[in-house]
């Protein structure tokens, strides 16, 4: 067991999470892994070529555990932009004639060890919800679970006839950020979208968008007896990410409202999106809409504070 060395192992490490991860990695994924492959082949010049090609993601610091100068096991550690104290384990993999011995567990716990000494105070990792073997691992060394959240996705050029109307939902009032924002500390303390941490900044009004009467980013929400009890905001240019957040009380009840408003507004035919939303949650909803389960994580945190 030892760090990982980018400029020898980025070619092996790619070929263990293509093993491991290939069900669920997507368009973006594989062509990563790919990169990883290619570069790795290259040595050194590979290495200084991934610096400048390749993602924060595709060149990770952590763990491995290399047999007879072969790399049989991974664990990766990302520190998440502009959170120095906030850092992310992931590709915890292990090849099959190699599992049952332990050395996930040791990976794991050498990379916890790394990134307390590079300065992390959480760690986070997001695994499969029926991996119960995985969670029973993680709990075990000190992991809690968060959330649980199910992807969505809605693909590009999927029609859409709903009219956007009804059940009360309008586009956010600037003024009314601030419920916005109450609202999402009171649903999702843990985060948004993964790995950030949850900041006023997703509803903030920007000063340039006040300016020009008009924000970044479209909001839409939905009050009940002075109360904000549910919202969606739309981030992103290409691909679009929905943030939906509905008060637990109306579950299952006024999700369709928002999400109608919002694809109506957004040209949905032309648009592919991507959505996490709490498991379980309206999926009849969801899939009567268009959109399809992608995978459901629990995300897990370990805190050294």
């Known amino acids: 067991m030892r760090p990982i060395d980018p400029q020898r192992d980025m070619g092996q490490v790619a070929d263990l999470i293509e093993m491991a991860f290939s069900g669920d990695l997507d368009r973006t994924g594989r ?60 590709n915890v ?23 307390v000494k590079m300065g992390a105070e959480a760690i986070y990792l997001q695994v499969q919800r029926n991996n119960v073997a995985a969670l029973s691992l993680y709990h075990s ?15 590009r050029g999927l029609p859409w006839s709903g009219t956007g109307r009804g059940q009360s939902v309008r586009p956010r009032r600037a003024s009314e950020w601030t419920q916005q924002w109450a609202l ?28 020009f009467g008009r924000e970044a980013k479209l909001h839409f929400v939905r ?14 240019s290409g691909m679009q990410r929905f943030v939906l957040l509905v008060d637990p009380a109306r579950h299952g009840e006024i999700e369709e409202g928002l999400l109608s408003q919002a694809l109506s507004r957004i040209r949905a035919r032309r648009r592919s999106i991507v959505m996490d939303y709490p498991a379980d949650v ?3 909803t969801l899939r009567g809409m268009g959109f399809r389960e992608q995978r459901t994580l629990t995300w897990m945190m370990r805190s050294y504070r």
């Open 31 to 90: 062509r990563m892994v790919r990169e990883m492959r290619t570069l790795g082949r290259m040595g050194w010049v590979g290495w200084a070529l991934s610096r400048v090609l390749l993602p924060q993601s595709a060149r990770p610091q952590g763990i491995v555990w290399e047999e007879n100068q072969r790399i049989v096991g991974n664990a990766s550690l990302l520190p998440v932009k502009g959170y120095p104290r906030r850092w992310v384990m992931a």
């Open 93 to 115: 993999a292990v090849y099959p004639d190699y599992r049952r011995r332990g050395i996930a567990r040791r990976m794991v716990g050498a990379a916890d060890e790394l990134a």
């Open 141 to 155: 060394m000190g992991y809690l679970p968060i959330a649980t959240r199910t992807t969505w996705r809605r693909p």
């Open 184 to 211: 999402a500390e009171r649903v999702s303390p843990e985060g948004l979208v993964w790995p950030y941490p949850l900041e006023p900044g997703y509803f903030r009004p920007s000063g340039l968008g006040q300016y």
């Open 223 to 236: 009050r009940e007896a002075g109360q904000l009890v549910g919202s969606l905001s739309i981030h992103g």
């Open 282 to 284: 309206a999926p009849e």
